[in-house]
């Protein structure tokens, strides 16, 4: 396989590059795509260096799948332009997530959707991955009526620029700022752009991503996007009311035998997931399952993951892997 990175460099890339070194992914060609800034300088992948190419170059080397993550305008332009060379396109951004003729995949959810005419896939955002790993095997066993979820994320999911700013903050050191206010020993209850119906796009993706991966429009989801000064991976408190009642060591149970999910739920010993824990790891860690006494039929857990591995590169390896298994590309 020919494989473009496109946005080599950034938080996102660079584990791209890790993910399907690691996976070892049939690579046969390497090309890494960066903006005009980083062209002509080398990335390493598994050992060897590789020279950063354009936009441009990228589409003329014509690749069999080139892995997006450089932000939706950029996807919006060279998406199409890569399809049309008969490239498949593995979207990390929001541009085509809500595109009704593209489809939004988690591979463990519904990658049995996918067909050889899909030339533009659509990569969920990190939180929302996450929650619909946890969600997805629950839905199907007791149905779910509404979700109330909210998101403690790590600076990791803005990019090098939040990352920078916080390193700047440690060290009491003047710099370009990624957010409004200091993120050093702060919450800011503001993800993305605020929305008409005050709302943050954040907030909004948990709620219409949600429905498009489950295949569900019934399902209710309200949600509160908040960033912390964390960098291991993105946590949610989720409060989840099915239609069905439930055993608390079913839910486990059913956890537990999802693949891509690790149970970590031991109030004896106190073992929960936390994001220092989950860096650098590709499964989504649910803990402090217990039963809202407050409402029938409702459960609250707690979800980690590593948002730069399943909430972005893990999840769009494990895509161009299922196209490549299944003859799609
Ligand atoms: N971080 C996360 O947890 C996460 C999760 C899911 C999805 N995403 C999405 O993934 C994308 C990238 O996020 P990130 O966190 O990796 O950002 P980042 O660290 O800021 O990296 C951005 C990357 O895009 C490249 N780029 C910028 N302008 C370009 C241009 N005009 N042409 C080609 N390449 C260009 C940059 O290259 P230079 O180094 O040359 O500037 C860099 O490689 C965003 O759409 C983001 O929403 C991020």
Redesign the pocket.
Known sequence: MKIAV????????EIMLKVLAERNFPVTELIP??????VGKEVEFKGKKYTIKS?EEAVMMKPDIALF????S??LEYAPKFAEVGTTVID???AWRMDPTKKLIVPEINADSLTKEDKIIA?P??STIQLVMALSPLHKQYGIKRVVVSTYQ?I??????AVKQLENEYKDVKGDMAYNYPIHRNAIPHCDVFEDNGYTKEEMKLVKETKKILRDDTVLVTATAVRIPVVGGHSETVNIEFEKDFDLGDIRQILHQTPGITVQDNTDTNTYPMPLYAEGKDDVFVGRIRRDESQKNTVNMWIVAD??RK??ATNTVQIAEYLVANKLV
Do not use: Y
């Not at 496109?6 to 890339?13: E, R």
């Not at 795509?33 to 980083?38: D, G, P, Q």
């Open positions: 496109v946005g080599a460099t950034g938080m996102v890339g795509v960066a903006s005009e800034k980083s936009m993550s450089a932000g939706g950029i996807s990390n951004s929001s990569n955002n990190c790590s990791t999911g803005t990019g090098v620029k948002n730069l909430g972005a």
